[in-house]
């Protein structure tokens, strides 16, 4: 130590056109290419509920300022998925999410009755928005099938999907006429040039509440997930994918997966929120997995990047998506709601009580470090070293590049190094997240060794991108 420490003082006397290094502090992160996990699908968030409505009511310039906060990749958080709401209301009222089919077209293999409005509370608009950033993950995820479906025969306040196990109706069994009502609204977001990538036909199927709401086990969930797949192909929706079940805790979805398990390929991603239980441990070592949902709901809005961990704070969610990648594996982390009104967290950024302006939250920039740099397709590498007390990822782009994530939640401040073993970068950036910056790009060196180091403040998330 005393030695090391004393080089350290040595090099730094000798090699007098480095930066200052406070040699206690100054630290080497090592990245190994060639030990890799999981790949990554992107992060994301939502706008159902009709808070897509609130977006698309502010002026031309917030809507833009709004979508760039979102989906932008120089300006803003370069978000690469949108999960939106699969209505299954009769109506509009409240925040509700109209069905495709409010009235039932009096049985299940009756000719449907489709309804569609083009806008489906601009969801449509946000959607086709975002395909112009380049977001190619589109979730389309419903909440429940329309009451008539269901034993309780009301989309709200939990009941299950007639015809799955141990759930029979007296109106027959619904199962291949919701798989038909999916592929329908899938076939409308086709036709207006949005490629839905991903269904979910459940949310948190372990609560029973007022609004849209449907129960279902595992076992039930595979029941249906066995006319789904089918349905899907055959209207030449062989790539999207589906995913199931967006429990609302992680624990709890993890409780179901023994029962999808033997579906194989029919399920493709397997699906959880962070409400009731944290992301701590993987899922499933057969599917990629995505939390598709969390947010401190109730809390009084804050802004802030660090002031006392408190639950909105933008370093303490920098701390939640690194650990559900590194430690459940997660291969996408979606926040509840991007732009909204009021005056909890549950967004990521407010639109203001008179709403002639947006104020973006540290928890957008804290998404923000991890999507900007961590794209659709890049793989998790391992890293070796760090600064004390930080937590460090790194991942492999498809482009080439290979960004590293220092998030440093004590206060020590000091200089760190990335090194790729076999790769020299040419160049490299470093960017900041902290109390004063959002995302801002900071001076970084790159030495004769092709690693690159730049200064990591305390209470901070420095990102790393090294280009080949
Ligand atoms: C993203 O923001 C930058 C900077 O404001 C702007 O030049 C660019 O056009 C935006 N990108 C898109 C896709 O709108
Ligand atoms: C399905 O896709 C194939 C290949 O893209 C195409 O040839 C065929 O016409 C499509 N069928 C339908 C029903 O859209
Ligand atoms: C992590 O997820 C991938 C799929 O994305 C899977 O192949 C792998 O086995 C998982 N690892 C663990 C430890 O569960
Ligand atoms: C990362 O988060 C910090 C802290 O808010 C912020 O200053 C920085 O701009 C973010 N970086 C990116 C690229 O979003």
Redesign the pocket.
């Known amino acids: 130590m005393a030695l090391h420490t004393l080089l350290l003082a040595v090099l730094a006397a000798v090699a007098s056109s480095t930066p200052v290094l406070d040699p206690r502090q100054a630290s080497t992160i090592t990245v190994d290419l060639t030990k890799t996990y999981q790949t990554m699908d992107g992060f994301g968030t939502s706008e159902t509920f009709q808070r897509a409505n609130q977006m698309h009511a502010l002026s031309p310039e917030l809507q833009r300022s709004a979508?760039?906060l979102l989906?932008?990749?120089?300006?803003?958080a370069g978000l690469s998925i949108l999960r939106n709401g699969i209505g299954s209301s009769p109506d509009s009222s409240s925040d509700h999410m109209v069905s495709i089919q409010p009235k039932s077209p009096g049985g299940p293999t009756a000719e449907p009755k489709y309804v569609w409005d083009g806008n489906d509370n601009s969801q449509v608009w946000v959607s086709t928005e975002a395909v112009?950033?380049?977001v190619k993950n589109f979730y389309a995820n419903a909440w429940s099938a329309p009451g008539y479906m269901k034993t309780n025969n009301n989309d709200a306040n939990g009941g299950t999907l007639c015809g799955v196990s141990g759930s029979t109706c007296s109106s027959g069994d619904w199962k291949q006429a919701y798989a038909n009502y999916l592929v329908q609204y899938i076939t409308y977001y086709k036709d207006l040039g949005v490629d839905i990538s991903h269904v979910g036909f459940l949310n948190e199927p372990d609560l029973t509440t007022s609004y849209a709401s449907m129960r279902s086990s595992g076992q039930q969930a595979a029941d249906f997930i066995k006319v789904l797949r089918p349905t899907l192909d055959k209207s030449n929706f062989t790539n999207v994918k589906i995913t199931c079940c967006d429990a609302e805790g992680w624990q709890s979805q993890a409780g179901m997966m023994s029962a999808l398990t033997p579906l194989g390929d029919a399920l493709s991603v397997a699906t959880g929120h962070s409400y009731t239980g944290q992301p701590t441990s993987p899922l499933s070592s057969r599917y990629p997995s995505w939390q598709t949902e969390n947010a401190d709901l109730q809390g009084a809005w804050t802004a802030a990047w660090y002031s006392n961990n408190g639950a909105g704070e933008g370093l303490v969610w920098a701390n939640k998506i690194y650990d559900a990648i590194t430690k459940a594996n997660v291969s996408a982390y979606l926040y509840w709601v991007g732009v909204q009104g009021g005056a909890t967290n549950s967004k990521m950024v407010r639109i203001s009580d008179d709403k002639k302006s947006l104020i973006p939250s540290k928890r957008l920039w804290a998404m923000a470090n991890w999507s900007r740099f961590v794209r659709p397709g890049a793989v998790r590498v391992a890293t070796s070293g760090g600064p004390s007390g930080a937590k460090v990822s790194a991942f492999k782009n498809p482009d080439g590049t290979v960004s590293v994530q220092v998030i440093q939640g004590g206060t020590a401040s000091g200089t760190v190094g990335v090194k790729v073993t076999g790769f020299e970068a040419k160049g490299g950036k470093a960017w900041i997240t902290d109390n004063t910056h959002d995302v801002g790009e900071q001076a970084a060196t790159v030495g004769s060794d092709g690693s690159v180091s730049a200064t990591v403040p305390g209470r901070s998330f420095v990102t790393f991108v090294l280009e080949p």
């Open positions: 979508l760039d989906f932008n990749r120089t300006s803003g112009k950033y380049g």
